[in-house]
Nanobody
Framework: QVQLVESGGGSVQAGGSLRLSCVVF????????IGWFRQAPGKERAGVGS???????SVADSVKGRFTISKDNAKNTLYLQMNSLKPEGTAMYYC?????????????????????WGQGTQVTVSS
């Protein structure tokens, strides 16, 4: 059974940093692409970034240069380092895993590609 468990959310002032973690059970990163999404209040869920089995990273333009995705294969853990946070970064953050290796270009943004989702971790950024 595949399970994704996010942690690391919290409240931070604008300009601050947080690191989110996603521990994955029953799935290894060699299985496919894994990514981060977020859903702000009253808005649709949107992609933040993804990383494929080879370590290739895709990041949304809105967070490029501020957010970094990484993974620790030994710990089966995905990370999202968020720096220079803005109030519009307030959202529930989810990690998601797929069995698809093709997440280049804009394909990683397709939520239908991801079979498993975590419960999310809340990030609140105050101005």
């Amino acid at each position: 059974q595949v399970q994704l468990v996010e942690s690391g959310g919290g409240s931070v002032q604008a300009g601050g940093s947080l690191r989110l973690s996603c521990v994955v059970f029953g799935y290894t990163f060699s299985n496919g692409c894994i990514g981060w999404f977020r859903q702000a209040p009253g808005k649709e869920r949107a992609g933040v970034g993804s990383i494929n089995s080879a370590g290739r990273i895709s990041v949304a333009d809105s967070v490029k240069g501020r957010f970094t995705i990484s993974k620790d294969n030994a710990k089966n853990t995905l990370y999202l380092q968020m720096n220079s946070l803005k109030p519009e970064g307030t959202a529930m953050y989810y990690c998601a895993a797929s069995y698809d290796y093709r997440c280049g270009g804009s394909r990683w943004l397709d939520e239908d590609m991801y079979r498993y989702w975590g419960q999310g971790t809340q990030v609140t950024v105050s101005s």
